[in-house]
């Protein structure tokens, strides 16, 4: 016969209720989190009505998910696990562009352009050239590498954030050339905060916390043969680059958008970021 549940058993007991669990990870999984999610009950003894409130405090955060927006990222944002797990999952070698989080807004599939097009199908704003190369850690250009660009717009919403707009503004798939390179036209994003009108946004006004994120632009850089790169290019200058709400920015990601001329003495505003690549025998060790 099984001791009795209690504080003292109560641990064990439930760890060892998945002992015959087939399979190796998930078995370590849940092992782990009963031992941490014991623990940290344990630790801060929560009472009746406060344990109810974190399952309404859950079960809101669910009611806010739908196909456009995932609330549960949002909280893992907040929390920094997003970039935690990113943290862990991409130990990149050096000389290779780091990642930071996705984000809750990769949520429709981005249309295929040509080099050159621009992402502003309806979104207007200060207009704005973003070009780069892709290239392996050697420096050798990427050819046919696919760039995958989202971001929000002058006012700092995404297009699935605004009825009116179509599910690709600002959103492009590209291909790099034989030179590796890349460019396109589009409109220059504004901070923005993240969705605050479900439960996290409550979670952050009762914490004094901002909900504000700086200006950037998300890439997904893919190439045959090397580690695919989820990251962002974030503007010099905007707000909340020292205190973005999510935890995301890297300083090796910041770049300064700066004033060119064409031919006719034209100015125009230009941001470049090039993009490396580790190949797949290059990864840094760790799980990753």
Not at 46 to 74: H, N, S, Y
Not at 130 to 146: E, K
Not at 260 to 273: I, L, M, N, Q, S
């Amino acid at each position: 016969m099984t001791a009795d549940f209690s504080e003292e058993t109560a641990t064990a007991v439930v760890v060892d209720s998945f002992a015959r669990t087939p399979d190796d990870r998930l078995r370590t999984v849940l092992g782990a989190l009963v031992r941490h999610l014991h623990g940290f009950v344990r630790e801060v003894e929560p009472t009746q009505a406060e344990w109810e409130a974190a399952i309404g405090f859950l079960t809101a955060v669910g009611a806010m998910c739908d196909d456009k927006r995932q609330e549960f990222i949002l909280l893992s944002d907040v929390l920094g696990v997003s970039m935690l797990v990113d943290a862990i999952n991409h130990r990149t070698p050096a000389g290779a562009t780091e990642s930071t989080v996705l984000g809750p807004f990769h949520v429709v599939r981005s249309p295929e352009r040509v080099l050159g097009d621009d992402l502003a199908d309806v979104s207007e704003g200060e207009p704005l050239l973003v070009r780069g190369r892709v290239l392996d850690l050697d420096g050798a250009a990427l050819a046919g590498a696919a760039v995958d660009v989202w971001h929000a717009d002058a006012e700092g919403f995404y297009d699935v954030q605004k009825d009116a707009t179509p599910d690709q503004d600002l959103r492009g798939l590209f291909h790099t050339d034989e030179d590796g390179r890349f460019w396109f036209r589009t409109v220059e994003p504004s901070h923005y905060p993240i969705p605050d009108d479900g439960p996290v946004g409550d979670l952050l006004r009762r914490t004094k916390r901002h909900p504000y994120r700086p200006a950037h632009i998300h890439l997904i850089v893919t190439a045959d043969g090397h580690v695919p790169v989820t990251t962002h290019v974030f503007l010099d200058g905007s707000p909340y680059l020292d205190d973005d709400t999510v935890f995301g920015v890297k300083r090796s990601l910041v770049r300064r958008v700066r004033t060119e001329h064409d031919a006719d003495g034209t100015p125009y505003r230009v941001v470049d970021f090039d993009v490396t690549l580790s190949g797949d025998g290059r990864r840094a060790a760790g799980r990753g």
